[in-house]
């Protein structure tokens, strides 16, 4: 027997971005490639990627006619559904593309909203992405969204024409917006309130770019059992769970992802989710040491933080997926100095890293539980000084360090 599952055609696309100043096509490339994973996540399927050079985007139609003509002509030619293009586009950028391509065409940030819509699971969560989905809805909206409501003139209207559908639908979703800010006000206070009811115990929060196995980190310090998974933003929930190392109890939260061109609707609706964050005593941030490109991943996630006011927490780095890392060939005989990428990971705990935010990292597999004992004598020791510092009328008696042992 069949599965109608199996009889439905899978979304096909194809991925769109600009080589400019500011964009190298190493970097182009680099965006594309997290693009088309963010594409998988979403269940479309990637069919091609189109590159131009241009000084700066074009401000009716993102790239150049001659370029748009060839996208077109590809599309026509292998049924392609639609066109994604890698960074935002203005609602008249946007008008424009759909209206010459003939298709739909998303932008980064839409397809962001639209993963982080698939994966919202509590009323928090959703209510969050509806707040987002609808900020970045208010200025794109057309003729095409009066499926929104429908309010017609009739006997006793001025000028018998009624009230134009565009400004019904405005009106629809301004009135959406301001009462879903009223729906996350409630929420954040019931969350102030459980914040507050979690007493005096330390809280140690993880941070880091989407997909670098902060989650599968969680679930081997606490020993629960966080939904983790090999795609982006498989977490948007804050979870939080008790730890206790010796005995030693303190709170470990873990959070959204973060990742590059973020929406800033998405990072303004989930600034209450981020109050772990924001009010956590220490943050562990969680670096794929395993991809080539974690350094810019690191710096994304160091500006978001310093965005959402959470830059000047103390903050232990821990480069992850060890087990994966592979650095690139290098021959002996080359006089030219080793890129990065070539380091061996003896030799990467020797640059810059291990001087990283303050000089504490450490080199970890989560899944195959490397050099965790070393990860939770260094965060004992963190925790400990500080609730000494905080309570110094309690002894370190208090504490056992019999399993660092």
């Known amino acids: 027997m069949i599965d109608p599952k199996d009889t439905v055609k899978a979304e096909r696309a194809v991925l769109v971005g600009l080589i400019t100043g500011d964009q190298t096509p190493e970097l182009v490339k680099e965006y594309l490639d997290e693009l088309e994973f963010l594409a998988l996540t979403a269940e479309i399927k990637t069919m091609k990627r189109f ?200 709170l470990i939260s873990d959070t959204v992802g973060f990742i590059r061109k973020l929406p800033h609707q998405l990072i303004e609706s989930f600034k209450s989710t981020l109050d772990e964050t924001r009010e956590a005593d220490l943050l562990l941030h969680v670096v794929d040491i395993s991809h080539h490109d974690f350094e810019a991943q690191h710096a994304t996630v160091k500006a978001t933080l310093a965005e959402i006011g959470a830059g000047d927490k103390p903050v232990i780095t821990v480069f992850n997926k060890i087990d994966a890392y592979r650095p690139a060939p290098h021959d002996p005989h080359d006089l030219a100095p080793k890129r990065e990428d070539q380091f061996t990971l003896d030799e990467l705990q020797q640059t810059w890293m291990a001087r990283l935010d303050g000089g504490e990292c450490m080199f970890i597999s989560a899944v195959h539980k490397e050099n965790l004992s070393d990860l939770r004598k260094l965060l004992y020791n963190r925790v400990k000084a500080i609730h000494l510092e905080r309570y110094p009328y309690e002894s370190d008696l208090l504490f056992s360090d019999e399993f660092l042992s």
């Open 51 to 250: 590159t131009q050079r241009l000084h700066a985007p074009d401000g009716r139609t993102y790239v150049g006619s001659g370029k748009l003509a060839e996208v077109k002509q590809w599309m026509e030619e292998h049924d392609a559904d639609t066109v994604i293009f890698d960074d935002e586009l203005s609602p008249a950028q946007q008008r424009n593309l759909e209206k010459e391509l003939g298709r739909p065409v998303l932008d980064r940030p839409r397809l962001i909203l639209d993963i982080f819509a698939r994966r919202a699971r509590t009323a928090h969560a959703k209510t969050q992405v509806e707040l987002a989905q609808y900020q970045y809805m208010l200025p794109r909206l057309t003729k095409l969204w009066t499926h929104l409501e429908r309010q017609r003139g009739g006997t006793g209207t001025r000028g018998g024409s009624g009230e134009k559908e565009i400004e019904t639908d405005r009106r629809i979703v301004r009135d959406r917006i301001a009462f879903l800010k009223l729906q996350l006000k409630d929420i954040d206070k019931q969350k102030a309130v459980q914040r507050s009811n979690r007493g005096k115990l330390v809280r140690v929060a993880l941070v880091g770019y989407t997909n670098v196995g902060k989650s599968t980190l969680m679930n081997v310090l606490s020993k629960s059992t966080v939904f983790a998974e090999n795609k982006l933003f498989a977490t948007l929930d804050t979870t939080v769970r008790k730890v206790v190392l010796g005995n030693l109890p303190f």
